[in-house]
């Protein structure tokens, strides 16, 4: 049964079981400063590139770089034990994902980028399974952005299967097809609550009170937004919703497993944070989150 351990020193990276992928993520256990350097390149990009979907798809006002902010928290706290997961380069595709998808809207026959929005998704489930529940969220996206098309509906579908079918075919050249397919079954499980200890719940619990913060104040988050702006940061929710079912698709479960609703969150709780009401109760609170983090760095908490 799945847990959540305490430290990541020392254990199995989970991805999808390609051996070759897995292979070259364990070289990283005996260099403990490159991958905290990875994960810090990884962390950076990814801020970059959650700024500039912000910034270009207008979901903010104010053109702050705050949900960059808050998303470099969040990740640095969830990742602090490990110092590196493949969930953070799984992270940048579903990113990549996302950006294609919100520029469907109002474009003219986007064939590349609806095919490039299940392309990617589909690279970011190969590094790291759970992420093939965020294509029923591209699914939802595609319907509520623009008209019913089953034609639209089968290029996405076509741009998720098109790197399975690669590997599949790659898998099958060198004889790993079985052992990768028993590999992706194995990782069905149901967590086992009652071994997971109070200590290692914090993080968990935490992130269920982000989430349950922003959908309190999703209608001040959606305030004087336009109407393609609400529709991309109602994607975000349903994003929160979705991740649930995550927790079934890998075992064991691991911390950085959190990592997989950054994304929403870091846009929800930037968007709120950045807003001018009650800003000195937020401000506390965004400083209130990196002094947990710290007392995580030092072991205080």
Known sequence: MAAWP??????PYKTNSIPALSNLLSLLDDHKLFKVSLSVILIFIQALLLNNLIIRHKLSRALSTIPAAVFVLFTSFVIEDYHFHPVLIANVFCLLSINSLFKIYKKHLPIVTIFNSGFWMAVASIIYQPYIVYFIVLLIGLYSMRNLDL????????????PMGLIVVWAFY??????????VIDNFSVPDLSKISLLNMLKPLLTLSFIILAGLFHNEIKKKKKFDAIKKIE?????????????????PLQQPHLIIVSIPIAISL???LESKNNSVIKEF???????????FLLDVV
């Not at 305490?6 to 254990?11: P, S």
């Not at 034609?151 to 098109?162: T, Y």
């Not at 060198?174 to 590999?183: D, E, V």
């Open 6 to 11: 305490i430290t990541g020193d020392g254990l």
């Open 174 to 183: 060198h004889g790993q097809l079985h052992t990768i397919l028993l590999s």
């Open 235 to 251: 994607l975000g929710y349903w994003l929160m919703l979705f991740s649930i079912f995550t927790i079934f698709l890998m075992s």
């Open 270 to 272: 930037g968007l709120l």
């Open 285 to 295: 609170l965004f400083l209130l989150g990196i002094g947990v983090y710290v007392g």
């Open 151 to 162: 034609r639209e509906s089968l290029q996405m579908f076509l741009g998720l299967l098109a």
